[in-house]
Nanobody, 120 residues
Framework: QVQLVESGGGSVQAGGSLRLSCAAS???????MGWFRQAPGKEREGVAA???????SYADSVKGRFTISKDNANDTLYLQMNSLKPEDTAMYYC???????????????WGQGTQVTVSS
């Protein structure tokens, strides 16, 4: 059982940056992990994912602007978000799983989310 707690959300103006963190309650060294987001009235979408070897994948909408990384020593997942746009406004969730990987959301463990609001 892994518990995930996100932090780092907030309100920024377009063009600004935020770094989200996701602290795990247990070692996630061998886990696949990802960041997802859900805006009001929209379906949840995968934003970025990272596998146990550090390989990453990104949604087309965030490529070149967002970077996912993982600190295995501290069991923390990060999402560096640069050049933020109003359409990035959403609740952001981190997720982890031992088997499933990618941006489809088939993860077993989820955090409670952190809100990101980008104003124009």
């Amino acid at each position: 059982q892994v518990q995930l707690v996100e932090s780092g959300g907030g309100s920024v103006q377009a063009g600004g940056s935020l770094r989200l963190s996701c602290a795990a309650s247990a070692s996630t060294y061998s886990y696949y992990m990802g960041w997802f987001r859900q805006a009001p009235g929209k379906e949840r979408e995968g934003v970025a994912a990272i596998d146990s070897n550090g390989s990453t994948s990104y949604a087309d909408s965030v490529k070149g602007r967002f970077t996912i990384s993982k600190d295995n020593a501290n069991d923390t997942l990060y999402l560096q978000m640069n050049s933020l746009k109003p359409e990035d406004t959403a609740m952001y969730y981190c997720a982890a799983d031992r088997i499933n990987y990618g941006l489809l959301g088939e993860y077993n463990y989820w955090g409670q989310g952190t809100q990101v609001t980008v104003s124009s």
